[in-house]
């Protein structure tokens, strides 16, 4: 097939075969971070701008990663995300930026819908680090490449995803990522953390932990931001642990090859006990090795020229 | 616009080539120590594997094969779009070693400039040696075969098509005029 | 100066006049209403109707002038030509202005203002507390003397029950009546669209219903607790347009108006992050619009009101979370209202009704009607008119609407300011 992607904006709008063909690209590129010279000339001469409006200094840097095991040359920009405070706009920023010729904008910002915006006024290629509370195509697809990588495929795999379903900025990206790719996906989380209408988007929901990870062959436990604790979502990080932290009692209810995943940073003893993530089920730093060969696939399929048949 | 197919070589042509070729190997190599054979994907992996185990079975050892992927090298990604990236499969160490890189047909040489600095950054040979079952001409950078199956000399709006069935096991080769 | 308008189809629900008939305006006032009043006249200039609608001069009493303080969006001359361009004689205009109409001479200035550069009537609405702060009632008794209609702090709920109750019965002892925007702000938080199954895929924070539902209660409870006018503006859910309901069945003095973008389209406008479908209360889901057209066909909504907010294109051309709440409405009112008609929601006699002598009763203006003595503010309209709006065209300073690029149907052809022609359609 053939994959010409000018932006890398959600999960959304990519098929099956196209999720497919961005995995079977990531294996090949796999391949090169275990070399001892963990360099390709492919992206000679790119140049790539990761402009970051928010901290994330994870994505930020498999994203830098990538870029230079490719021989792109890669800048880092953080911006203040509160362009009203700076006094200039996201537009104005961008074509700032855009001024300097880069061939990629890796955007990570706090506003849901930031990427279109921005993919909308830009000529170079975009690739969504997360935007808000919507779409972080790289870490889905990271997602997608690890269980593929333990479980050989996803169709007709059940996976969970819980927590904060409602702020998280990888669950839409995973679900239609794995629900594309015939995963059955279960949320779960308090009502609190649930939004209106996530069957519509092709999932399960559950408020029960236990009953939502049962005989499941995947769980993604989600980051529960601290800060959250003590206003209206939930009452304490305590009783959060209690009902909605995986542990070693209720991990039993999984399958017992079930594989755990994490976005990181995770917040131990509350989302998930230390026991489950240093435990035999855990997956967490095969993500973040798999991260850098994932988005050196994205990089590298967002920066081919005209698509030309045969030469 | 229609196609004319002219026949170059049969099975037994292409079955007697490469025997030559993996006789000649032995012979310059003075024997098989620390020789690797690198097929360039895909169709040169498919003759690599020929000529490995053509010389396994001369020499009675098990030569060490393996295949690598050049997209990642092409100076023409820009002009040419996505090239779906294969992988790169080479389990053994390159340092020192004999290197005998397979492609099916040779032609411009910038696909073997590609793989020469592919080996190079997997590791570093004692030297690289080409193997080719066509030599087609039109070269454009300094590169020159070391074992050749046939040369063709072609213009440069003909193709050459090596045909390999469902084994990957190659049983003809035919020149396109269009 | 005579001007004899004729052959138009009039239509004045006040006088109940549905027909042929000729108007005779006479020194800027509705002299005589009749058939073939031609014969009788002349030395008048002719304006002919035929196959038009003529209809008393549109009002629309939620209009965002943004003058003064604000003119980089909209003041008040290319506010009131965009209304004489929608067909609109009449506005009341908001208070949130700056500073904001909260005292007698800001009121004064626009009064003044309209009257000497604008092409249409201007009712300042004052706020219901001072600078819109929600502490201190303002001078209402002196505000309505300088020529305020009604009392609001459109925009900003007032938050406490205890002033509310204080404004509802201070604005009664004046005669006026309170305009609530109704919204419970720790509901709201930082929501930006309608809580919904769109906002869930857009990852947005959502508004969810039940802060303009509860809102609205609550603002219900304490006109009937202190048996005073309250008036609801901008009525957006199937929850609120039932509490007004329920309320008017047991006599409570409220009355509610919608807007025409609340009847049209609904939060899946927002897709793409369109920051013209972003405003206040936000685009709701098909059930709360199929709620509106109910409320507007059984008489529970009262008017239909535009809410034309004006924003600057760079107030817009932002990321959707921080894009200002708003679009200009004063020029697509009319077609959007006729669509109604057209999809038969109402019917025609109901949809001028809606914008011309209900929101005049409401305000308590003496327009709105072709009562013979009354100001001749008239409305040529052709109901069938087809035409592509060109947001780029728009007579506003301000382009932000999500219709650009829309057919619509239906057109004011002439607008006429007390027998003053003050807008006609190039055809």
Known sequence: MNFNPKHILGIKNLSAAEIHFILDSAASFKEINSRQIKKVPTLRGKTIVNLFFEASTRTRTSFEIAGKRLSADTINISA?????????????????????????????????????????????????????????????????????????????????????????????????????????????????????????????????????????????????????????????????????????????????????????????????????????????????????????????LVSGGESVQNV | MSTESVEILDLDGVNRALTRIAHEIIEKNKGVDDLVVIGIRTGGAFLGEQIQQRINKIESVTVPFGSIDITMYRDDLASRGHL?????????????????????????????RAAMDAVMDLGRPQSIQLAILIDRGHRELPIRPDYIGRNLPTSRNEQIKVDFDEQNIPRAIYLLKS | MRVLVKNGHLLDPVNNIDGRYDVLIEDGKVAAVGADLALAVNDAEIIAADGLLVAPGLIDIHVHLRDPGLEYKEDIISGTHAAAAGGVTSVACMPNTSPVIDTAPVVEYIINKARQHGCANVYPVAAISQAMKGDVLSEMGELKAAGCVAFSDDGVPVVSGELMRRAFEYADTFGAPIISHAEDLSLVGEGCMNE??????????????????????????????????????????????????????????????????????????????????????????????????????????????????????????????????????????????????????????????????????????????????AVADLVLIDPEFEWTLDAKQLKSKSKNTPFDGWTMHGAAIRTLLAGRTVFQREQ
């Open chain 1, 80 to 300: 203040s995300s509160s362009s009203v405070v700076k006094g200039e706009t996201l537009e104005d920023t961008a074509k700032n930026i855009e001024a300097m010729h880069p061939d990629i904008i890796v955007m990570r910002h706090s506003a849901s819908g930031a990427c279109d915006y921005l993919a909308q006024r830009l000529k170079c290629s975009v690739i969504n680090a997360g935007d808000g509370t919507h779409e972080h195509p790289s870490q889905a697809l990271l997602d997608a490449f690890t269980i593929r990588q333990h479980k050989k495929k996803i169709e007709g795999l059940t996976v969970t995803i819980a927590g904060d379903i409602t702020h998280s900025r990888v669950v839409r990206s995973n679900i239609y990522c794995l629900t594309k790719l015939g995963a059955k996906v279960r949320v779960a989380g308090p009502r609190t953390m649930l939004p209106p209408g996530l069957e519509k988007l092709g999932c399960e929901v559950f408020t029960d932990l236990r009953e939502a990870i049962r005989d499941v062959d995947c769980i993604m436990m989600l980051r529960i931001q601290r800060e959250r604790q003590g206003k209206t979502l939930i009452p304490s990080l305590r009783e959060y642990a209690r009902f909605y932290g995986l542990n070693p009692d209720n991990i039993k209810l999984a399958k017992s090859d079930v594989i755990v995943l994490h976005p990181g940073p995770m917040n131990r003893g509350v989302e998930i006990s230390s026991l489950v993530a240093d435990g035999p089920h855990n997956v967490i730093l095969d993500q973040v090795e798999n991260g850098v060969a994932v988005r050196m696939a994205l990089l590298y």
């Open chain 3, 196 to 373: 919904g199954d769109v906002a869930t895929e857009l990852g947005l924070k959502g508004i969810p219903w039940v802060a303009e539902d509860a809102a609205t209660a609550r603002e219900i409870m304490l006109a009937e607790f202190t048996n005073s006018r309250l008036h609801m503006a901008h009525v957006s859910t199937r929850g609120s347009v039932e509490l007004v309901r329920q309320a008017k069945a047991r006599g409570v003095k409220v009355t509610c108006e919608a807007t025409p973008h609340h009847f049209t389209l609904t939060d899946e406008a927002v897709r793409g992050y369109n920051t013209n479908a972003k405003m206040n209360p936000p685009l709701r889901s098909q059930a709360d619009v199929d709620a509106v057209h109910a409320g507007l066909a059984d008489g529970t909504i009262d008017a239909i009101a535009t809410d034309h907010a004006p924003h600057h294109y760079d107030e817009k051309n932002v990321e959707f979370a921080i894009a200002m709440n708003g679009i200009v409405g004063l020029e697509t009112m009319l077609p959007l209202t006729m669509n109604l008609v057209r999809t038969g929601v109402i019917s025609l006699r109901q949809a001028i009704a809606l914008m011309t002598c209900q929101p005049a009763a409401i305000i308590g203006i003496d327009r709105g009607s072709l009562n013979v003595g």
């Open chain 2, 84 to 112: 779906a990236v294969g992988q790169t499969d080479i389990r053994f160490n390159l340092d020192g070693k004999q290197v005998v890189l397979v492609d099916d047909v040779l032609f411009t040489g910038r696909t073997i």
